[in-house]
Structure formats: structure tokens, C-alpha cells
């Protein structure tokens, strides 16, 4: 919904059918339509329809206006999908303007992209309605209307597509670079190098557009996406992007890991790669970082990320979605190591966009890999002392006919190591499998844990039977008999955390101290500690540490031998708290 500037009380609003109403009253009561649900039929009329669904079956929807004085000109745009399927749909947009407030439209139809990496020039291709916006329109889509310029409209979708279109354009071909009905506003890697075509020195602004607004004082367009807030600086001809990040600190981290033996922190940071911290865990405290803080590796969404700290050096494993750029570094603290990229763990569609693999925990030079959807169904172990370049690891399948969705592999029970266990939850299925060498157990699953995806599983490093579960509601579960039965002990959070709706408890681990356990959870309030010797029904939480912000906590990571905590946020980047047990013994003692 958007208001007319030039005439406050009146507010234009599109929905799901197409169709586009205006209210010039305020009233609730007031709304007509001005337009029909035809749109798109011309223009996506060469999709594929035989699957079912329609590419003008709408799935995201935006208006924009421009307006000078009385003039105003409003813009539509459309995103329709063919198919319901991630991997197979077929999309189609549409744009449309009105010069009369909605009286009669006039087709844009939308911009492509088919030839943008071809070194002779621009797209050529014809095909009505045909975008290179990409797949990802119900949360990628943006258009805004040039506030300076009537001809303009401005869009944008997955990767860093975006472009200018210019509606008085009348000439024959739809996407060209400059003085055409599309425009492209940024460049491109083509054959391993960025040549400048589009804009002056070769630039782009990060993938997945989510916004566009416009600074006045600088006439430059701004565009927020999943790496922050970028300008361009002439976009009515050829400028460049430059990032307006600074310090705002909003890295989304999924995961993070330590390694002791170097003081490193890294992090799988999601839409952006893999980081590693070139400065030491003790030189970010001390506020005395390195210039270029972090090193990266590219992997698109970093998903997984995990150090062997037993190795020497250090090595350090990370993928992205599903499982795609397993890369293994060995780390060390001169420059930055190089790594090695064995590519997508196999087979291809076998695992949803965040699975996760699982270090062994008492001999970590085993890596788990579960898959967790299609028909197959099986974990194999990697050996990562073995593999190169393109060669994987060699592999041995620990368990056929089982898929996972979270797992934990090896660990201790009663002091015993025990290198084959395997502990792991199917929220599809529902049901929890646990394997050592008692034998395999098989759980039909609780129902806090069905259907549910939002799930964090933290395990006691020193007692394998005992568990905790943080679901998609913020409660947690707690199991003594190795899964075979599960308690509340959520107790007083949600008021310990003063918090009056969920807490939006994620991120876990549990925390061995010398007479008993701490459980730490994360919550978009702050971190907070339980004890396992006062859980039950009316468990108490204390608030760990004073300084973090409100933010969604995603992971954790221990250190025993520094006593340091890390954590990584989905949105303020990752943290850090030294000393740990002897705040926790504090908390115990009855505060």
C-alpha cells in the first residue's frame, strides 16, 4: 500500500488477485478498484501452464508512484510463479504504469538479461515478459519511481539484478544499456574478471534486493539488500555502487566456531560467504584489531562452519546450502591460508538448504553427513586427513535407511569415549534414532519436535545421555535416557527474560562445570543460564552477561581451555565472553 503525496488522503493498494484499489477518504469502508485481474495474461502468456500453476498466479506485488505537484504517474509490478516446485518453477514479471490515478494502464512488460554476460554487448532477447529478475520474488522483488525523473522506474530481484526503465522508450528492442525501454545499472563477473559495461569502474551491489529509496540531497539511488545498504551514484546515466555499511556491524551469522590453539573466530555468514577473523579473539576484546578485520572464503551462503582443533595446524571445514563448496583450510596465522575446495557433497538434492554436518567429537578427524529429504536415506562418515582438489575425502556409510534432520556424532558417557555413537532427530518423519554400543534405539519423535524446523540441539560434552532440545516455540526440553523421554523445563524464561511474547530462544550449549551443568540458550533478549540441578517444572533463568544487544542468537561455541564463549547473531555479527565459569558459579551460588 502506498500513499499519494500530492493528495495525502488518497492510498492506492494491490493484492494477491491483481487487482489494484484506491481510497480517497481514509475510510476503511472506501476502497474501490480500478483496475481488473487481466494482468499478465499477454504478458506471460508463453510460460508453460501444464503443471498446474499459473505464472500469473501472483506471489509478491509492488507499487510505487512519482509525483509533481498535481501530475502523478503510478507504477505496478508483479512477480507470478508456474510452479510451486523451488527447483523447477518457471517465473514471470510484469510492470505497468497510469498517467490518470488507475483510469488506464500501459504495459512495461520487463526487463531480461539473457545476453548481460556476453562480451559484445547487451540482451537481445525478445520474448514478452520474459526477466532475468530471478526466483526469489516473494522476498527479492523491489521497483521504486525516480522522484526527479517521470520517465523512470527503478527494479530489482535475486542476485543483484536491477535495472532502469524508461516508459516514453518506443523503439523495438527491450534491454539495452543506454536509451532503451531497460536499462542495466550494474556489472557482472564474466569468465573470471568484471568488465565495466554498465557502470564506469566494473561494480555491483551485493545479491537478493530487498529495497529501494533515494537520497535527495545527492540525487543517488540507495538499494538495501542481504549485505546492508548500498548507493549508485548516477543513476540516470553510468555511476557506480559503492557500500554504506560503516560500522553498523548487521552481518548474519549462522554459525560460528573457535579454535583455541590459534584464538580464531569463524563464522558462516548467511548470503555472505564464509568469514575467519584476522585478528585474535584477545585483540577484538582489547579493541586492538588488524586493519582488513576478516578473511573470507567464498561459498555463497555459509551455512556450516566448524574447527579441528586437534590437528596441526588447525583446520578448519565449511559449506554452503546444501552442502555445495566443501572447502577445508588448514590454519595458519600467516596471511591468508589457502583452502582446498573438494565441491558439493553428493547426492545432488539430497539435503535441504541449512543441513548440517557433525564433527566427531571424540576422534574429530571424522566428519558426518546425514541427507534429510528425497528417497535417500543414509549418513556416511568422511575421513578428512584423505581427499584434494576436486577428490573428496574417502567415505564409509555408518547408517543406512535413516534420514536426519539435526544429529550429534561421538561422545562421552560416563567418562568412556564413544567414537560411534550417534544421536539424531527427523522432524519430517518424526522420530529420534539413538546409536552407540548398546545398541539402536528408534523414538517415535515428541511432538514438540514434529513439523517443526526452527530447532537447535545442544549435547553435554562429557554426557551423552543428557540433551537439550530449544523448539520453534521457545520451550526446552530436556532428556536424561538418551531420548527416550523428554521434559519441559522451560520454567520461568519468558518472565525471567521480562519479555511479555515468545523470546525467540534459538542458539544453545551446554557448559560443563565441576559439580554440575550449565545449559546456555540464546534469545532475541540476551543470553541466559539454567543449572541442571535446579531444572523442573519451575526452572529459573539468569540473565549471562550484560552487553549483548537484542538480537536473534543462532549458535554457540565453548572453549574449555580459555574459558571463552562465542556466540553468532542473526544481525549484530558474533560476541564474545571470557571467564565464563566463574560467572556461572556465581549464578549458582543463589543470586
Known amino acids: 500500500m502506498i500513499r499519494d503525496p500530492s493528495t495525502p488522503t488518497t492510498l492506492y493498494y494491490v493484492d494477491s488477485s491483481k487487482k489494484i484499489y484506491r481510497n480517497t477518504a481514509l475510510d476503511i469502508n472506501l476502497w474501490k478498484p480500478v483496475t481488473d485481474t487481466t494482468f499478465m495474461k499477454k504478458e506471460c502468456a508463453h510460460i508453460n501452464k501444464t503443471d498446474g500453476y499459473f505464472a500469473d498466479t501472483i506471489s509478491n506485488s509492488k507499487l510505487t508512484i ?15 510463479i508456474s510452479t510451486k516446485s523451488e527447483t523447477t518453477k518457471t517465473t514471470c514479471y510484469a510492470f505497468y504504469f497510469s498517467t490518470d490515478r488507475g483510469a488506464t494502464w500501459t504495459t ?15 540482451g537481445t532477447k525478445q520474448g514478452p515478459g520474459y526477466a532475468n529478475l530471478g526466483t526469489q520474488g516473494e522476498r527479492n522483488f523491489a521497483i521504486l519511481a525516480d522522484p526527479t525523473d517521470p520517465r523512470f522506474l527503478y527494479v530489482g530481484g535475486t542476485q543483484a539484478e536491477i535495472f532502469r526503465g524508461d516508459r516514453t522508450f518506443t523503439g523495438n528492442k527491450t534491454n539495452e544499456n543506454e536509451g532503451f525501454l531497460w536499462s542495466f545499472l550494474r556489472d557482472m563477473e564474466t569468465e573470471g574478471a568484471i568488465i565495466p559495461m554498465f557502470t564506469v569502474t566494473g561494480t555491483s551491489p551485493h545479491a537478493d534486493i530487498r529495497y529501494f529509496d533515494w537520497d535527495h540531497s545527492t540525487n543517488q539511488l540507495i538499494c538495501t539488500n542481504d549485505g546492508g545498504v548500498w548507493i549508485h551514484t548516477k543513476p540516470h546515466g553510468k555511476g557506480d555502487w559503492f557500500h554504506k555499511n560503516g560500522d553498523l556491524s548487521i552481518t548474519e551469522f549462522v554459525m560460528v566456531a573457535y579454535d583455541s590453539a590459534t584464538d580464531t573466530i569463524a563464522g558462516a555468514a548467511q548470503d555472505n560467504c564464509i568469514w575467519v577473523s584476522r585478528s585474535s579473539a584477545a585483540e577484538v576484546a582489547a579493541g586492538k ?3 582488513g578485520m576478516f578473511y573470507t572464503y567464498n561459498t555463497g551462503d555459509g551455512v556450516n562452519v566448524a574447527f579441528d582443533s586437534n590437528q596441526s595446524p588447525p583446520v578448519l571445514y565449511a559449506t554452503d546450502q546444501e552442502f555445495a563448496n566443501f572447502i577445508k583450510v588448514p590454519w595458519i596465522k600467516s596471511g591468508k591460508p589457502p583452502s582446498t575446495l573438494f565441491g558439493n557433497i553428493p547426492p545432488k538434492n539430497a539435503y535441504s538448504f541449512s543441513s548440517t554436518f557433525a564433527l566427531n567429537a571424540v576422534n574429530p578427524r571424522y566428519l558426518l553427513v546425514c541427507t534429510n529429504q528425497l528417497r535417500t536415506n543414509y549418513c556416511k562418515r568422511y575421513d578428512m586427513t584423505t581427499g584434494s582438489k576436486n577428490e573428496f575425502p574417502s567415505e564409509k556409510r555408518v547408517r ?31 522420530h529420534i534414532i539413538a546409536d552407540d554400543k548398546a545398541g539402536f534405539k528408534f523414538h517415535k519423535s515428541p511432538t514438540f519436535v514434529q513439523g517443526k524446523t526452527d530447532i537447535a540441539v545442544a549435547m553435554n560434552p562429557r554426557n551423552y545421555y543428557q540433551s537439550y532440545i530449544v523448539d520453534a516455540e521457545s520451550n526446552v526440553w530436556q532428556t536424561l535416557d538418551f531420548g527416550a523421554t523428554w521434559t519441559n523445563v522451560k520454567g520461568s524464561l519468558y518472565s525471567d527474560i521480562g519479555c511479555r511474547e515468545m523470546p525467540y530462544a ?18 532475541a533478549y540476551g543470553i541466559y543460564v539454567a543449572f541442571d540441578d535446579k531444572m523442573g517444572p519451575h526452572t529459573r533463568w539468569h540473565k549471562l552477561g550484560l552487553s549483548m544487544p537484542n538480537v536473534l542468537v543462532s549458535s554457540f561455541a565453548y572453549d574449555p581451555k580459555r574459558d571463552l564463549l562465542v556466540t553468532s547473531t542473526m544481525g549484530r555479527g558474533w560476541w564474545q565472553l571470557p571467564k565464563v565459569k566463574p560467572q556461572l558459579t556465581y549464578l549458582h551460588g543463589g543470586m
Do not use: R
Not at 73 to 78: F, H, N, P
Not at 108 to 122: C, F, H, Q, T
Open 289 to 291: 584489531s588488524v586493519p
Open 66 to 80: 512519482y509525483t509533481n505537484g498535481s501530475k502523478n504517474i503510478l507504477y505496478v509490478g508483479y512477480y507470478g
Open 108 to 122: 512495461m512488460l520487463a526487463p531480461n538479461g539473457d545476453k548481460l554476460y556476453e562480451k559484445n554487448g547487451a
Open 400 to 430: 543406512d535407511n535413516i534420514t536426519l534432520s539435526y544429529y550429534k556424532y561421538g561422545g562421552y558417557h560416563n567418562g568412556v569415549p564413544e567414537e560411534n555413537m550417534l544421536f539424531g532427530i527427523n522432524v519430517e518423519q518424526k
Open 506 to 523: 534459538w542458539g544453545s550449549i551446554v557448559i560443563p562445570l565441576a559439580k554440575n551443568n550449565a545449559f546456555v540458550v540464546g534469545t
